[in-house]
Structure formats: C-alpha cells, structure tokens
C-alpha cells in the first residue's frame, strides 16, 4: 500500500518521515490494534507454528544454540538444513554425475559463490549418480538483491479504520446479532481456534532499503525474510549467472534445457502428515497446515485459507484459488436456476403438445436421412427424442440465456470487487508491473540498447518499435496459420462423418450395417483424439516458438503472450480437455511408480529416512507454463456453462459439482504430488480475464443463435400467433399448438428422388403398397403446386421472427449488461472509504511529526545561541 503522497521522493524525505512518524505515533489519536507493532509479530512470521518442529523458521538460531547436538542431528536429518543445522536451505539444483555438461556446471557453480551465496552438495540415498546441490542466501545476499527487486517488507503495523453508522443501522445490526446467537456456527468457517497462524496481523510495507534498514520490523534476521521470498530472491539470482562466456550464455533456465541439471526447485517446508493431531499438538509446519485445512477431502465443504496459501505459495496461486473459490460461490444461483428449467421441463412434459402429436402420429411416414441406404421411419419412432428435446428446449430456456448472459456480467463484476479488497490485503493496490524485473532472454537480446525508465529513473535494455512490431506481425501470422490448421481438421473429420455414414450403411457385415451411425461416430472419435493429441504437441512448440520470437519485457507479458496463443488453440477444438485428463491423471501415477519402485528396491521392511529434497525431487514438477492447465480448464468449462447454456440449462450444476472436487484436487496436487513452485507476485488473474469477458460476449451472440436457428422456440411462437387455432387471439398455450406438427412438415414425391439418391426400400413394409409421398421438417409448397418445393409465406415469417429475436436479443442482454457494469462499482464503498480514510491520517500524522522536528530543531538553535529572525514557525 503506498503511504507517502505523489511526486518525487528523495532518499532524506523518506528517512526523516519514516522516523518522524515512528516518534510522534504515541502522540496522534487513531485507532490501533491492541498490540503495538514493535512487540507483535508480522504477517509472514512463522511463530505461530509447532514449537517443537525445526521446519518453523521463527526462532530457529535460538533454539539451535540451546538445544546442542540433539536438536542439531534433528535438524539435520530432515533435510531442510546444511550439516551444521544452521543455514537453511533456500534452493536445490540436481545434475548427474554422468552428464557430460561438467565444464558449463563448474563455471555457472563458481559464480553462483562469486555471488555470496553459500552451496553444499549431497549424493542421493538411492543413487549415487544424482547429486543434489544445496543454496543458501546469507543476510547480506539476501538484502542486496531484496533491494534491487523491490521486495517489499513490513515497516509498520496498518491502521484499523471503523466505518461511521447511523443510528438506525446500528440498531439494525444489534438485532441481528442477537439473532445470530441462536444460529449454529457456520459450518464452511475456519476454525481460528484450532488454527491459529491464520490470524491476521497486517502491515505496511515498503520496497526494502538497506539504508532505512532501522525502519523495517525485524524481530529475527532469519525470518525476516519468509522461505517464498528467499527462493524466490535465489531464483532471481540464478537466472541471471552466466555460465559461459556471450551475452546469451546465461540462466538456469538454459542449463535446463541442455541438460546440464535435471531439476531445480525450492524445498517444502516438511511433511504434510503428522503422528499427531493438528488440534491437539497443532501444526508441524505450514505444508502440513495447509494440507489438514486445505487439501484434505474431510474439509471439501470449508472456505479456503486463503492468506496461507498465498503465504506458502506465493500470490499468483493465491489469485488464482481465490478465483476458483469465487466462481465455483457463484454458481450456486446458476446452478439452481438452471435445475429449474430442467424440472420445469419434466413437469410440463405430459402437457407438451408438440411431443404428443410426435408420438401418436404413427401414419406419418418421414423421408430417409441419407441417400441410398437409409430406410423410411414414422414419425411416432422419435417419440423419445421429442420427449427428451422437450427437457431442454421449453418456454424457460429463453428465460435462463437472459439470465446466464447477466449472470457472466455478474459474475465479472463482483470478481473485481472481491480482487480488489485481496489486493489490499495482500498489500498489491500499487504494486505495477514496473516493479516486476526484465527476464534475462530480453536484457541479453537488447543489452546495447538502453533508455530511462520513466519511473525508477535507471537506464534499462530497450526494444525499437520496428523491431517489436515485426515480431509481432510474424507472430499474428503463425497464430492465424495454426487457427486455420486446426478448423480444418475439424471440418475433415466432419466431412469424414458425412461421406463414410452411407459407406458403413452399405458394409457387408450386419452389424455395422444395422448400426452405421455409431459406427460413424465412434470412428469419427477415434479420428478426432489422434489429431487433438498431434496438433496439441505441434501448436504447443508453435506457441512457444512466437512467444518467444516476440521476445517479451517481463515474465507476466510472456505468460499472458502464450496464454493467449494457447487458448485460441484450445478454444477453437473444445474437445481438447480429454488430453488434459489423461495427462493430469499420468502424473498421478507417476508419483505412484516412483514410491513402488524405491520399495522393491530396498524391500518391504527397510525404511529409509530421506532427506526433504530427496523426496520433493521424486515428486513431480509443476507444469512447465505454470497455472495454464488450470486456468484453462475452468476457462473451457466457464465456456460450456455460458456459450451453450441454451442447449443445456444443467452446465452450472455439472460445473458446480466438477469445481467442489477440483478445488480439494489441485490442492492436493499442489500440497502432496508436486515440488513446491516458485512463489511468484501478480495483481490479477491477468489476460485470463480478458478471455472471460469475451466469452461473456460470445455467450450472447451464441444463444441467441441457438435460440433463434436451432431451437423450436422461434416457429412454435409463429405458429402460435400466425397460424395456430389461436391465430390473432393474442395467446400462445398448448391448446395453441394442436395441428403445429403437421404444418412444420412438407411433402415430398418418391418419384422425385434422383437415380443416385433413391432409397434401395420402397415403403412398402408400412402400408403393404409402394409408398407414393414422404414427409420431411421444412416450409415448402408440395410438389404438386405451381412453383414444387418453393418456399412458403411461413417460412418467411419464420425467418423474419428468427432475425428479428436475434436483434432484440442482443441489444437487450447487452444493455443489461452495460447498465449492471454501470451500477457496480469497481471497488467497494467500505475500502474506498477507509483507504481514504488511512491515507487522511498518515498525511496527519506526516504533517504533525513535520511540525514538530521544526519546532525542536528551533529550540536548539535558541539553546545554543543561534536564532534567526522571520524564523518559521
């Protein structure tokens, strides 16, 4: 959060506020916590935890010096520390012995100690060929780069702000608290109790100085900085160490990709199991917390700790759980709505008078459906269809579009609403992608050039606009080529079901002759899984490639570039979601054989004590592109649940039922099957919600198509009002559709067939007689007429009814839309009100502290002998 008013800052005006404010905080009448900050500790601290569990980093160097040997074994034996027990472990880089890249790894290892930081190596308990290479960042490490990245740090405890309430209110909010009383306990609430390191303690925070150092609440140089921030300082570090000679030769990432090391990763805080209760010995480290509280199916009904998350995991991840968590609260009333329709459907379903007609009409012979080898059917053999149609294509599934598409604005709405109050309280309002630092790729690629960044003043790598604008014309292209790779392929397989359909009802086993169209589309599947599992690994390296032809500044530009190319891949072959199944689904697995292999290794009864890095290194990594599996998931089921709804009023609830279990599953993935990720900051959800705001676009245009052109819904009305036994009543109930059967059918001549599309049957199984007519779902004249197989004035009133609800549609719901984005305000009146009110009192507190070193360094001067006339004040 930003404290000081806008305009230059120099180092001195900084210092001297800082320190005026700290003197004159006793003095200045607002309301504070009942602790004084200097006595209680931060957010981040890790005293809150397990006593006697080392991984707890509160007061680790005191307890090391106490407890001697014993606590100094223990600590080494758990693999979060170096030998000597004291240095704990921030980062972990595995290689072979065998790898032939040793010359690359000595030059990048000695530089990483020509950096500060501290390394010891460990071969592995079940292979003596993997060596694990342990990194430690001392203070001075620590503070010197927190400072070139901007970390920020807590310097002062915030200011707890009370809003003002009239009487009425208050009385209002007296009278249902009494009732509150005798309502039981909220069952989805944490419980604080038993989970104290959940309880809030905020801060101010400002960009770290060693300069200012005395300014910042420091309790312990050890915990002062929490494990996320120290891997991810490590990280920051690595990244940036060359490890041969040429501007291109350096970062982790490059000795990756060529092999050099196998894995690199942070360290878990422990195990995520415990001998233990959680409530009566309480939590053994923060991995364990979050899995009792979190990531265990027991609490699948409970809110999620969102701050811990945030705090183990960093403030991307948090984002995105909290939006997972907020979307999957939403689609309650959709879900509910939507079960709704589904019922009114099955209630009105024996009244249905379109459905009846369908299922008595038994002498209504319809025309074959393909050419040839298709026979004739009645009628009344879709009887089922037209009852289950009925299901979902009623009078309220227009009803529930309008609603999901103002739903979708909602639902976007209230998103920024609730980002906002976590911002603040993630202290995030003014963090800026100006403090996120330049990935090295871009700082090697445009090093020569350079120009003032316009915020911090300092001269930073800068890219030409020709040069970036030709990158991103090559990129467009490949995005556009790739596109129209993947519609094409699924236009040949649709093409493939409309050529074969009549090849498999001509084969000459009766099996598949008499089963053609499942035949067509179980091999039209097949088909389609090979070419998703093709074009997924291709259009995943084509993406990579632009993306990193574009040469993006920062990490999050690179990530929303991608994104956006792999979800307008993904986007345009919806069907792609069963690849991430089986591929999520592997992984498991994966984590399972490992297990199995070390017992058969070292037999059933021998039980090995691994180190922490040994067993996060046995655990999966991340996925190499972070949270985009995820994001894309949710993102595909948000699609189905909106674009499609007309079709399907039962999405929200199949969605709320998916996202319950998924929220539990990936964090269980996150908690016990993969290495812990790199804590990372972010404002936002980032182009993630741009996507979803063109998906509530798309929505609407989509519905009101399917309404519109699939539906019955438009020709029902038609006939209703136009043509029905109602016709210019004014009315448009069941009674009003006796007879809509017959005239939504026409008339087709069996002789009219030509040579290559005539029917190999002629009817005759029907009526014992040549059939002379057949019937087909059109509006044309019989063949009979003067014009045969024209269309009809009913089809023209269908029409017109059919573009003119597809206008009306749109602008309506887009005006509701836009006027509900007017309405609700981006952020809520309450935060407004009391970041405002905060602000008010530190320029207060500011001024007075001012005031007061003025007027103290006036009184000196008088005291030796050196006033000034005209002196202010």
């Not at 300082?233 to 291109?248: S, W």
């Not at 090697?444 to 990158?471: L, V």
């Not at 599992?533 to 032809?549: C, D, S």
């Not at 199984?765 to 019989?782: A, N, Q, V």
Request: aromatic content about 14%; glycine content about 4%; hydrophobic content about 40%.
């Amino acid at each position: 959060m930003q404290i000081l008013p806008d305009g230059p800052k120099s180092d001195v005006d900084f210092s001297e506020i800082l320190n005026a404010i700290q003197e004159m905080a006793k003095d200045v009448n607002i309301l504070f916590d009942e602790l004084e900050a200097v006595n209680s500790p931060c957010k981040d601290d890790d005293s809150l935890l397990h006593p006697g569990n080392l991984t707890s980093t509160s007061d680790d160097a005191s307890r090391l010096e106490a407890g001697g040997e014993t606590v100094r074994e223990k600590t080494k034996s758990n693999g979060l520390y170096f030998r000597d027990g004291k240095c704990r472990i921030d980062y972990i880089l595995v290689y072979r012995k065998s790898n032939p890249q040793t010359e690359k790894r000595e030059v990048f290892e000695r530089n990483i100690r020509a950096e500060g930081l501290q390394m010891e190596k460990e071969s592995s308990l079940i292979n003596s060929d993997i060596i694990f290479v342990k990194l430690h960042a001392p203070w001075e490490v620590l503070g010197r780069y927190a400072e070139q990245m901007n970390v920020r740090m807590p310097f002062r405890r915030k200011i707890y702000y009370l809003p003002r309430r009239y009487k009425f209110m208050s009385r209002i909010d007296k009278q249902i608290s009494r009732f509150r009383r005798w309502l039981p306990r909220k069952p989805m609430r944490l419980d604080k109790d038993t989970l104290p390191d959940l309880e809030e303690n905020d801060c101010y925070t400002a960009p770290f100085s060693q300069q200012r150092i005395h300014h910042f609440i420091i309790h312990n140089k050890d915990t002062f900085f929490n494990n996320a921030t120290r891997s991810r300082i490590v990280h920051h570090i690595l990244q940036r160490i060359k490890y041969e000679e040429g501007k291109n030769k350096i970062g982790l990432n490059r000795l990756l990709t060529n092999g050099s090391y196998e894995a690199a990763f942070p360290l878990h805080e422990g195990g995520y199991r415990s001998k233990n209760s959680i409530r009566t010995h309480g939590a053994e480290n923060h991995r364990h917390l979050l899995y009792e509280c979190w990531a265990s199916w027991g609490v699948w009904y409970k809110y999620q700790p969102l701050d811990l998350i945030r705090r183990y995991f960093g403030e991307k991840i948090g984002l995105y759980f909290a939006w997972l968590g907020w979307y999957t609260g939403m689609l309650f009333p959709a879900a509910f709505i939507g079960l709704f329709v589904f019922l009114y459907g099955v209630i009105t379903l024996d009244h249905c008078q379109v459905s009846k007609e369908v299922c008595q009409a038994t002498d209504i012979i319809m025309c074959p459906v393909c050419d040839k080898y298709c026979p004739f059917m009645r009628l009344s053999d879709s009887c089922v269809y037209a009852k289950v149609t009925h299901l979902f294509d009623n009078g309220a599934t227009v009803f529930f579009a309008v609603f999901m598409a103002v739903w979708a604005t909602v639902f976007l709405e209230f998103w920024k609403r609730r980002r906002a109050v976590i911002a603040y309280d993630w202290d995030l309002i003014d963090w800026e992608e100006e403090e996120e630092e330049i990935r090295p790729q871009f700082e090697a690629k445009y090093s020569k050039k350079e120009r003032m960044n316009p915020i911090s003043g300092k001269p930073e790598p800068y890219q030409a606009f020709t040069d970036k604008c030709s990158r991103l014309i090559v990129s467009a292209s490949g995005i556009f080529f790739m596109i129209c790779v993947v519609i094409a392929a699924v236009f040949g397989i649709v093409i493939y079901r409309v050529v074969t359909v009549s090849t498999f009802a001509a084969f000459k086993w009766a099996l598949i002759r008499n089963n053609s169209q499942v035949a067509t589309t179980g091999t039209a599947v097949c088909i389609n899984f090979c070419i998703i599992m093709l074009l997924n690994v291709l259009y995943e390296k084509v993406a990579l490639f632009l993306t990193n032809l574009e040469q993006p500044r920062t990490e999050s530009e690179w990530e929303n570039s991608f994104t956006l190319k792999m979800f307008l891949f993904q986007f345009v072959n919806l069907n792609s979601s069963t690849f991430y199944i089986a591929f999520f689904l592997g992984r498991l697995i994966q984590n399972w054989w490992t297990r199995r292999k070390v017992r058969l290794e070292h037999g059933p009864e021998r039980k090995i004590r691994f180190p922490q890095w040994e067993k996060d290194y046995n655990l999966q990594p991340m996925n190499a592109y972070g949270l985009f599996d995820e994001y894309l998931e949710m993102i595909l089921q948000f699609g189905f649940t909106t674009i499609f709804v007309a079709a399907f009023p039962l999405a929200p609830l199949l969605a709320l039922l998916n996202n319950v279990i998924e929220i539990r599953l990936d964090a269980y993935k996150f908690v016990t099957q993969w290495r812990r990720p790199l804590a990372s900051r972010a404002k936002d959800i980032g182009i993630w919600y741009g996507i979803l705001e063109g998906i509530g676009i798309l929505s609407v245009i989509t519905n009101a198509f399917v309404i519109a052109i699939t539906s019955d819904f438009i020709p029902r009305l038609v006939y209703a009002y136009k043509y029905g036994p109602c016709a210019g009543q004014g009315e448009a109930g069941q009674k009003c559709m006796v007879g809509y059967v017959n005239a939504s059918l026409s008339v087709f001549r069996i002789a009219d067939f030509e040579n290559r599309s005539e029917p190999e049957s002629d009817g005759s199984e029907f009526s014992g007689t040549p059939l002379k007519y057949c019937r087909y779902r059109d509006y044309r004249d019989p063949p009979h007429s003067l014009v045969p197989y024209g269309y009809t004035l009913q089809f023209w009133h269908v029409l017109a009814a059919r573009l003119a609800f597809i206008i009306v549609f749109e602008h309506l719901v887009f005006c509701i839309k836009h006027l509900i984005s007017y309405l609700i305000p981006d952020l809520p009146k309450d935060l407004r009100d009391r970041m405002r009110r905060e602000k008010y009192l530190i320029q207060e507190m500011m001024y007075e502290a001012e005031l007061e070193r003025l007027q103290k360094e006036r009184k000196e001067r008088k005291k030796n002998g050196k006033a000034h006339h005209n002196e202010w004040p």
